[in-house]
């Protein structure tokens, strides 16, 4: 069975998110600092009454499974969400569906002791706190061989020292997931353990919060940890076993995440037909020119074919394919990802001349918000290592120095199977 259709229930509800993200959630993004600032007073004032809106509609933190009182939407379902509220820096949040607190809920559920699950993950999915993820250490975060922090164990406590960096939303966090060496001989996969560490245990600093352009305040920290003793139960799931805990918090996320850089790109898109109709050259309208028309034609394909790269990973998540059996398509989706943003918000700004440059438009956040999804969670190098390496490992040699499907070879056997005599 294969359908490109929306069920018109669902297709309802798709169209309310449409028009409430357009119309109460993107005028925050022009008012509000950072969306994971929730103890702002004017977090307070605008966006709870929001998110209560998206509670009472039954679309709050649908990314949940029904145990955990979601919806148990499969991930197609989540990806069309996320292309709605992708629009808007405060949608995810809005709707509960926020990275990195996502992925971490995801783990914390997997993994989680009862205990732990009553004190970070059900404060987290109501939003009464956010967290922090951190794994990137300043001596880099593409290779986790060269990751140093340790935690060793003493009695029934662990003690964590060391550094890490671009801790995303660390000053804001309640909670940390710190990825940390226990078994620095292991091989390099079975190395690292992962541990929940409340925010204001003694010994965590944040030395610095770097920021990037466009962003409304300087959110991601370098952190010094010296002697961070956290009790033993604290560490979720078992020795060794980090990127398998890891590996939870990646496949559905990494899909969102992919949906909402494509509403991004949309938006650009958008914006660049409409520039294109309203300015004229010459006598003649832009859109009349035919290098410009091939910026709106490449980048109407490139956004299509994205759009249904990332359904049909979606698509097989949800017919119970997982992580492992739907790696390709996953790493396929994080490297098409960068670039469909950077070349169609770089259109975008060449089409709409200097004033595309300034500040009053948003083409050069974008861009660089292309650079950020190229490199958060892995650079796209890495990912299409892991792309190239699944194709090929079904891939099996010539079993010869010429290969088998030299056309003369294939019409030898032709003519054998099919009884031809006579000249070849
Ligand atoms: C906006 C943002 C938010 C982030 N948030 C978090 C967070 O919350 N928690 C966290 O732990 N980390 C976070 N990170 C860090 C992110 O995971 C790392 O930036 C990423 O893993 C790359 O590590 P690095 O920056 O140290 O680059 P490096 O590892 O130094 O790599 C630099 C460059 O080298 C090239 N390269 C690296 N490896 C290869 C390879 N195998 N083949 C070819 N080329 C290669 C790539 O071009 C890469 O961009 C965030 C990053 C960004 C940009």
């Given at each position: 069975m294969w359908s490109f259709e929306t069920d018109p229930d669902f297709q309802q509800e798709l169209d309310w998110i449409d028009q409430f993200v357009r119309n109460e959630v993107e005028p925050l993004d022009h008012v509000l600092?950072?969306?994971?600032?929730?103890?702002?007073?004017?977090?307070?004032?605008?966006?709870?009454?929001?998110?209560?809106?998206?509670?009472?509609?039954?679309?709050?933190?649908?990314?949940?499974?029904?145990?955990?009182?979601?919806?148990?939407?499969?991930?197609l379902k989540l990806a069309l969400m996320n292309e709605k509220f992708g629009r808007s820096r405060f949608g995810p949040i809005v709707f509960g569906s926020?990275?990195?607190?996502?992925?971490?809920?995801?783990?914390?559920?997997?993994?989680?002791t009862p205990e732990q699950k009553k004190r970070f993950l059900d404060p987290l999915l109501d939003n009464e706190i956010v967290s922090c993820f951190t794994m990137t250490e300043?001596?880099?975060?593409?290779?986790?061989?060269?990751?140093?922090?340790?935690?060793?164990?003493?009695?029934?406590?662990w003690v964590i020292?060391?550094?890490?960096?671009?801790?995303?939303?660390?000053?804001?966090?309640?909670?940390?997931?710190?990825?940390?060496?226990?078994?620095?001989?292991?091989?390099?996969?079975?190395?690292?353990?992962?541990?929940?560490?409340?925010a204001d245990t003694?010994?965590?600093?944040?030395?610095?919060?770097?920021?990037?352009?466009?962003?409304?305040?300087?959110?991601?920290?370098h952190?010094?940890?010296?002697?961070?003793?956290?009790?033993?139960?604290?560490?979720?799931?078992e020795q060794g076993d980090a990127f398998v805990v890891a590996q939870v918090r990646l496949g559905g996320g990494r899909m969102h995440h992919a949906m909402r850089t494509l509403a991004q790109a949309t938006r650009a898109f958008d914006m660049m037909c409409e520039r294109a109709v309203s300015?004229?050259?010459?006598?003649?309208?832009?859109?009349?020119?035919?290098?410009?028309?091939?910026?709106?034609?490449?980048?109407?394909?490139?956004?299509?074919?994205?759009?249904?790269?990332?359904?049909?990973?979606?698509?097989?998540?949800?017919?119970?394919?997982?992580?492992?059996?739907?790696?390709?398509?996953?790493?396929?989706?994080?490297?098409?990802?960068?670039?469909?943003?950077?070349?169609?918000?770089?259109?975008?700004?060449?089409?709409?001349?200097?004033?595309?440059i300034s500040h009053d438009m948003p083409f050069a956040e974008w861009i660089i918000n292309s650079f950020h999804v190229g490199l958060a969670d892995g650079p796209t190098e890495v990912h299409k290592v892991t792309v190239a390496r699944e194709v090929l490992k079904e891939v099996q040699p010539a079993k010869g120095p010429f290969p088998d499907y030299l056309?003369?070879?294939?019409?030898?056997?032709?003519?054998?199977?099919?009884?031809?005599?006579?000249?070849?």
């Amino acid at each position: 069975m294969w359908s490109f259709e929306t069920d018109p229930d669902f297709q309802q509800e798709l169209d309310w998110i449409d028009q409430f993200v357009r119309n109460e959630v993107e005028p925050l993004d022009h008012v509000l600092g950072s969306q994971w600032n929730i103890h702002d007073p004017e977090f307070q004032r605008l966006v709870r009454p929001l998110q209560k809106q998206v509670q009472e509609r039954g679309l709050w933190a649908c990314h949940l499974g029904p145990e955990l009182g979601g919806k148990g939407y499969g991930q197609l379902k989540l990806a069309l969400m996320n292309e709605k509220f992708g629009r808007s820096r405060f949608g995810p949040i809005v709707f509960g569906s926020q990275a990195p607190d996502t992925g971490n809920a995801e783990i914390l559920a997997h993994y989680g002791t009862p205990e732990q699950k009553k004190r970070f993950l059900d404060p987290l999915l109501d939003n009464e706190i956010v967290s922090c993820f951190t794994m990137t250490e300043p001596q880099g975060g593409a290779d986790p061989l060269v990751l140093e922090a340790s935690a060793v164990r003493e009695g029934d406590e662990w003690v964590i020292n060391g550094e890490k960096w671009f801790a995303s939303n660390a000053r804001f966090a309640s909670f940390f997931i710190i990825m940390a060496v226990t078994d620095p001989d292991a091989s390099p996969y079975r190395r690292m353990s992962m541990f929940i560490v409340p925010a204001d245990t003694p010994g965590i600093e944040i030395v610095r919060n770097y920021g990037f352009y466009g962003e409304p305040e300087d959110t991601h920290a370098h952190l010094r940890w010296t002697n961070v003793r956290v009790p033993a139960e604290n560490m979720l799931g078992e020795q060794g076993d980090a990127f398998v805990v890891a590996q939870v918090r990646l496949g559905g996320g990494r899909m969102h995440h992919a949906m909402r850089t494509l509403a991004q790109a949309t938006r650009a898109f958008d914006m660049m037909c409409e520039r294109a109709v309203s300015r004229f050259t010459k006598g003649e309208q832009l859109a009349k020119k035919q290098m410009v028309q091939e910026k709106i034609a490449d980048s109407w394909v490139e956004l299509r074919q994205f759009r249904l790269l990332i359904l049909e990973t979606a698509w097989l998540l949800d017919q119970g394919h997982d992580y492992k059996a739907t790696r390709k398509n996953i790493a396929a989706v994080k490297t098409v990802m960068p670039r469909i943003l950077n070349d169609i918000a770089a259109r975008a700004l060449q089409i709409h001349g200097s004033l595309g440059i300034s500040h009053d438009m948003p083409f050069a956040e974008w861009i660089i918000n292309s650079f950020h999804v190229g490199l958060a969670d892995g650079p796209t190098e890495v990912h299409k290592v892991t792309v190239a390496r699944e194709v090929l490992k079904e891939v099996q040699p010539a079993k010869g120095p010429f290969p088998d499907y030299l056309k003369s070879e294939q019409t030898r056997r032709a003519r054998e199977k099919f009884g031809l005599k006579g000249e070849e």
